[in-house]
């Protein structure tokens, strides 16, 4: 598999505890930068793909999220600033924002791979279009696997990982198995 890029959650993914905290206040886990660079060192797109609905009540700005996952090293960030209320085709599980990115960056999403913590919104979401779905047992992870698995009945993430690091190495060895071939 030619991976064309990666989609990568923000809460309880990359840092966090699964709930919202203001950029100001996010810490990444420790290794969340490794994972980024190694992305980055394989050539592999990372786009940041998040629901912030805190957005819709003016608890923070768009560009105080976009800011964030570009210092972070991100190429790019799809965010849903919208309330559950508004019906919005972009908030996780809907499509909208890979989508965006499809065209944007003129992806084949069947191409791509999203890494997340929760399966009612990353894991159904990555299915609807396709895409790789990797599930991370940090934030919501654990919790989407016993307690809330009915919320995703029927769909299996292609990889169950640790954190963000192992989802990384995952993909990365996805490529070389495919450049050997
Ligand atoms: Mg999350
Ligand atoms: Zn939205």
């Not at 919005?88 to 924002?97: F, T, Y």
Request: aromatic share 10%.
């Amino acid at each position: 598999m030619n991976v064309e890029a990666v989609f990568i959650d923000r809460d309880g993914t990359i840092g966090g505890t699964g709930h919202f905290i203001h950029p100001k206040d996010f810490n990444l886990y420790p290794f969340s930068k490794t994972a980024l660079e190694v992305l980055k060192d394989n050539n592999i797109k990372t786009f940041a793909c998040t629901n912030q609905n805190r957005i819709s009540r003016g608890q923070a700005t768009i560009d105080d999220f976009y800011n964030e996952f570009i210092a972070y090293g991100f190429d790019d960030a799809f965010i849903c600033p919208h309330s559950p209320n508004d019906d919005c085709d972009c908030r996780k599980p809907k499509p909208g924002l890979l989508l965006e990115a499809a065209k944007k960056y003129n992806l084949d999403l069947s191409n791509t791979v999203f890494i997340g913590d929760v399966g009612s919104t990353d894991m159904l979401a990555a299915h609807s279009v396709g895409a790789m779905k990797i599930l991370v047992r940090t934030g919501w992870g654990q919790s989407s696997l016993d307690k809330y698995r009915d919320t995703w009945v029927g769909i299996e993430p292609d990889y169950i990982a640790e954190n963000l690091l192992e989802a990384v190495n995952w993909i990365v060895k996805l490529g070389t198995a495919d450049k050997k071939q």
